[in-house]
């Protein structure tokens, strides 16, 4: 078999700690058992080390951070106003048996991080069967924290529909025509229905948006070459992507917005601690996507 190695231009570490052993790739600092019922998958097929499934779970998060904010230029959570002097972002595992979903992201920090008391982090759980190879969660979960990063609004059919959209980053999509959003964004039944979604809020609002907006961008043929899995298979599934002038647009708008929405609330300090989900939210983030779509050419 040949073998593949994926060669980036980020720093690479294996450390160790009493209980598990870490894997750094870029910011990303993968903390992992290599027994017990929340241990990953074992197979080292590069012989360096370091499970095979650590090291492309670390490759798809990276893939998702160039592409998202060095190509795109969405928010970088690292640099946000929210999570300042964070440095980092942990990645750990939990047994799929006691998680509900396949990865979770936190929109806390972790102030003494696992790698590095003196540091902080963001957070990503994930089940230890994720496999990259069959599944975006990486690069969704990181969405999450770019969404986190930019806007204190956490309403489902915005954090997990988009996050649901960002997936194309890394897999081949079956995009809708588009041709419901004005229904969508102008309809109060189907408001309704998209307020009550959460994932499903892809194919709601979001793909379609995408789609109606001719935003169409490329993934560069060198993030494509640059980002491979261990066994040389490419990351990004092909080079298109719809919609992330538009997303990135959204998100940039309710962050303008989000004094309306501490006002619907009550008050600004309240809002942000327990208003995130709030109901209240739902209309003044339709009318940021209403925004949006209004710059429609």
């Not at 052993?21 to 097929?45: H, L, M």
């Not at 230029?73 to 799929?96: G, H, Q, W, Y």
């Not at 496999?131 to 309403?155: C, D, M, V, W």
Request: proline residues 4%; hydrophobic residues 45%.
């Amino acid at each position: 078999m040949k073998i593949f190695l994926t060669v980036l231009m980020m720093t690479f570490a294996v450390m160790s700690t009493a209980s598990a052993e870490i894997y750094r790739q870029g910011v990303f600092y993968v903390i992992y058992d290599a027994e017990g019922s929340a241990a990953v998958n074992k197979t080292d097929v590069n012989l360096n080390g370091v499970p095979d499934v650590v090291e492309d779970i670390a490759t798809q998060l990276n893939a998702a951070r160039e592409l998202f904010n060095g190509v795109f230029n969405f928010p970088d959570p690292l640099t946000s106003e929210r999570f300042a002097n964070v440095t980092s972002i942990e990645i750990t595992f939990a047994a799929k048996s006691d998680m509900t979903a396949p990865a979770f992201a936190f929109a806390s920090v972790r102030k003494n991080s696992l790698h590095d008391p003196n540091e902080q982090s963001l957070k990503i759980k994930m089940s230890n069967a994720v496999n990259p190879h069959k599944s975006s969660t990486p690069a969704h979960e990181y969405f999450h924290l770019i969404q986190f990063g930019a806007t204190y609004f956490r309403n489902k059919w915005f954090t997990e529909g988009m996050a649901q959209w960002s997936e194309d980053a890394v897999a081949k999509m079956n995009y809708p025509d588009g041709r419901d959003v004005a229904l969508t964004l102008e309809s109060p039944a189907a408001a309704d229905k998209l307020f009550r979604s959460k994932y499903a809020a892809s194919k709601l609002l979001w793909y379609p948006l995408a789609v109606n907006m001719r935003d169409k961008a490329t993934i560069p043929a060198a993030l494509i070459v640059k980002y491979r899995y261990v066994d040389g298979t490419p990351v990004f599934r092909d080079n298109v992507i719809y919609g992330p002038n538009v997303m990135r647009e959204v998100l940039r708008v309710m962050k303008s917005k989000e004094h309306l929405a501490a006002a619907e609330f009550g008050d600004a300090a309240k809002w942000r601690q327990k208003g995130q989900r709030a109901v209240t939210n739902n209309k003044v983030m339709l009318e940021c996507v209403r925004e949006v779509y209004a710059t429609k050419r």
